[in-house]
């Protein structure tokens, strides 16, 4: 913990305002429970200095636990309390300034936003994607501003170019903190009409690119005792839908590795930490993902059906939240060690809690 974090217990708990560490103990459940910092009405160390919490930024909550009632306290004793929380929730984020990052598929979407949330939290960058120009600008934009960021062009279904990313990063800044394995694509087709290109495109970029960097960057995490790995799978990882088998079979894939390696961790007691994004519509071109099609393979033949679908999920996308939000919610994942990442909860849920009890009610009769 950090000594102005202990300060501010320190101050609170010998103040005549609360008396004993219990009190102080409760009003900080209390005050807490079902709500907290996060992405709206976050705080974070480089907004507000040690000692003198910004508490326009930082509300004075009242306790509201039902555990314990609701306290009548004074103004000037929440502020206290709230200090003393303020400390305490500090000191056990992860401290992500100084660090390094590794996003794929950084050259637009959610990876550019990805990079330029951790560039601002003061972070070194080490963006990677397939389309070069796109990426020149991407490193431009943030290096014009300040920030320290290279790029590195990376063609994520091959191992050898994720290791070479790797190997870039830590030639560039020394190691590596936070990876995030975001590149993916969408390509659409009926299960049984999709072409084994097709499917075999999906499954290299989205699940096989993931396990490349779990396999590459998840040692180097281990061996310096600290990190967080993430991966971009889907709200399409939680629930399921047509037109888009190979995309949710590899999304899926993604969600159970990762939650894997979330448990892995855990058992082994390491300090590295794992997450997992799962996005609804976000405002991002993976529609046209075609466009990085490897010349090798066959041309995409478009159904009727895919037709309809897309244009339906272009618009709904067009409709869509701002990849810089998703950002922002990655980068305070990483900083509160969560490891689920939806960005649509209350839309979304209501699904997954369905798909349950579809479980159930087959099950109704044993």
Request: proline share 4%; with cysteine.
């Amino acid at each position: 913990m950090s000594a102005s974090a202990n300060d501010g217990i320190n101050i609170a708990m010998t103040t005549t305002a609360v008396n004993t560490a219990a009190d102080l103990l409760i009003r900080v459940v209390g005050g807490f429970t079902n709500t907290g910092p996060g992405v709206r009405g976050r705080v974070y160390p480089e907004q507000v200095g040690p000692f003198t919490p910004n508490f326009n930024h930082f509300p004075v909550r009242r306790p509201r636990s039902p555990a314990f009632g609701v306290l009548a306290r004074t103004s000037a004793e929440h502020r206290l309390v709230d200090t003393a929380a303020f400390g305490l929730w500090w000191a056990t984020m992860y401290d992500v300034s100084g660090k390094t990052a590794v996003v794929t598929g950084a050259a637009s979407g959610i990876g550019r936003a990805m990079a330029h949330s951790f560039a601002q939290a003061g972070m070194a960058v080490v963006l990677a994607d397939i389309e070069q120009q796109r990426l020149d600008e991407a490193v431009s934009a943030l290096t014009a501003a300040g920030h320290r960021a290279i790029g590195v062009p990376t063609d994520v279904s091959q191992e050898s170019e994720i290791q070479a990313l790797a190997d870039a990063a830590l030639r560039e800044f020394g190691a590596v903190h936070v990876v995030c394995n975001n590149a993916g694509i969408g390509i659409g087709g009926a299960v049984d009409e999709m072409s084994l290109d097709d499917w075999r495109w999906t499954i290299d970029v989205d699940l096989w690119s993931v396990i490349f960097g779990v396999r590459t960057f998840l040692p180097l995490l281990k061996e310096q005792g600290e990190g967080h790995i993430t991966a971009t799978s889907s709200m399409a990882g939680l629930v399921s839908g047509p037109v888009l088998g190979a995309y949710h079979v590899a999304k899926h894939g993604v969600v159970a590795l990762m939650d894997t390696v979330r448990i892995e961790l855990k058992l082994a007691g390491s300090a590295v930490k794992a997450s997992v994004l799962c996005p609804g519509p976000i405002d991002t071109d993976i529609t046209s993902s075609d466009r990085n099609r490897p010349q090798e393979l066959t041309a995409h033949e478009t159904s009727e059906l895919e037709e309809r679908f897309w244009n339906n999920l272009s618009t709904e996308l067009a409709r869509g939240m701002d990849p810089a939000e998703v950002g922002d919610l990655v980068l305070d994942a990483v900083r509160n060690e969560r490891f689920w990442i939806l960005t649509h909860p209350n839309e979304f849920i209501p699904l997954v809690e369905r798909r349950l009890n579809d479980i159930k009610a087959d099950h109704a009769h044993r």
